[in-house]
């Protein structure tokens, strides 16, 4: 964790307070969405990590999550549950060129766990999170 925390400073130039958080944030928006398993091994294996996803739950949006919720029940989920994050993410002050590289630096972390294949099934867990992975993020023009 502290290895991704400097990563995430260095790249995205946040208050370590607020990188924590953010990646805190990203770690249980992921590991709430995979189904196989692999990101609670990617947090088992990191040290304070699971304190800061314990941590994350308490980082409103504003309410945005309950607008977005209610549209999804019209809509589905998928785009909608990137949004969320998107909005938790924003309520933090963080910028999208800062999320980009928030999610690029917790996707690098994951491939040095997790290996090729375990970040892949990552990246998998959302279409919408998938399609930008590959150059941006862009977190907040998924819907």
Same mark, same amino acid.
């Given at each position: ?82 949004? /969320? ?36 099934? /990552?990246?998998? /867990? ?18």
């Amino acid at each position: 964790m502290e290895d991704l925390t400097k990563n995430v400073i260095a790249e995205t130039k946040l208050d370590p307070n607020v990188a924590k958080a953010a990646i805190g944030l990203v770690l249980r928006f992921l590991r709430d969405k995979d189904k196989t398993g692999n990101m609670q091994v990617m947090i088992a294996k990191m040290p304070s990590a699971q304190e800061a996803v314990d941590t994350a739950q308490f980082v409103g949006d504003g309410g945005v999550t309950q607008t977005i919720e209610g549209m999804t029940s019209l809509f589905g989920r998928g785009r909608a549950d990137v949004n /969320i994050l998107a909005g938790q993410l924003e309520k933090l002050g963080i910028s999208e060129v800062q999320t980009d590289a928030l999610v690029r630096q917790v996707l690098n972390c994951a491939e040095t766990i997790l290996g090729a294949d375990g970040v892949e099934k /990552i990246r998998s /867990i959302l279409p919408a999170l998938r399609e930008r992975t590959g150059t941006r993020t862009d977190l907040r023009r998924s819907a």
